[in-house]
Structure formats: C-alpha cells, structure tokens
C-alpha cells in the first residue's frame, strides 16, 4: 500500500501541487489568475450597460408610438 500523500493543495490557476496554506503556487500565477478576474467583471459591466440601454430604447421606442402603435 503507498505511503500516506501529505496535506497539499492544486494551484486553481495551473493545477501544480502546492503547500495546503497557499493560494497560488507562484505570483505568477496569483498575477494571471486576478488579471483574469478583471476582465470577466469588465466584460460583465460593459454587458449590462448595453443590456440597459437597448431595453430603455425599447421603452422608449414604445412610448412614442403608443400601445397600439399610434398614429
């Protein structure tokens, strides 16, 4: 039977093994893994305003036609 495998955790940014205390195995990779989270919360934020805007020119749009698309 193998021996025992010591208390270690994966890097979530490489999968390298790594001491069960740390984050990331390198700054590295910590560097890599938060500029990756920047972007996706940008991207995100930059996807709601253009999901706001174009709903708001919908309801726009809508009142100055009318419900019955107005004359």
């Avoid at 910590?30 to 708001?56: D, S």
Wanted: net charge positive.
């Amino acid at each position: 039977m193998p021996d025992k495998i010591s208390d270690h955790r994966h890097c979530p940014a490489c999968g390298k093994p790594m001491g069960a205390s740390n984050r990331f195995c390198s700054e590295e990779c910590e560097r890599g893994t938060l500029g990756q989270k920047k972007r996706q919360q940008r991207t995100m934020w930059i996807f709601m305003g253009v999901l706001i805007a174009f709903m708001a020119l919908l309801y726009l749009g809508q009142g100055a036609q009318g419900c019955l698309g107005g004359t």
